[in-house]
């Protein structure tokens, strides 16, 4: 079982910066994928970033060159800088981790981008 907290969403204008943390805690493996998803007002969740425990990252499209994750393993927290938001980022961002199939969820934080 494992334990995930986020932090750090909030109201921000276009243009403009924040930054998500997430904490798992419980039964970590060394080896592991961590990340974020996000789900707008009637859309279907989409994966925004993950990070493997080696530090690879993948991004989403719609989010390359404005968002970056980043996650340090010996505080087994995973951060996403997100910079450049748009209205259309504005969504519930939910951080995940994942060892092989299975799956652990934080609760979300909102983000909101608007003027």
């Known amino acids: 079982q494992v334990q995930l907290v986020e932090s750090g969403g909030g109201l921000v204008q276009p243009g403009g910066s924040l930054r998500l943390s997430c904490a798992a805690s419980g039964n970590i493996f060394s080896t592991n994928f961590m990340g974020w998803y996000r789900q707008a007002p009637g859309k279907q969740r989409e994966s925004v970033a993950s990070?493997?425990?080696?530090?690879?990252?993948n991004y989403a499209e719609s989010v390359k060159g404005r968002f970056t994750i980043s996650r340090d393993n010996a505080k087994n927290t995973v951060y996403l800088q997100m910079n450049s938001l748009k209205p259309e980022d504005t969504a519930v961002y939910y951080c995940y981790y994942r060892r092989l199939v299975t799956f652990s969820w934080g609760q979300g934080t909102q983000v909101t981008v608007s003027s």
């Open positions: 990070i493997t425990s080696g530090g690879t990252t």
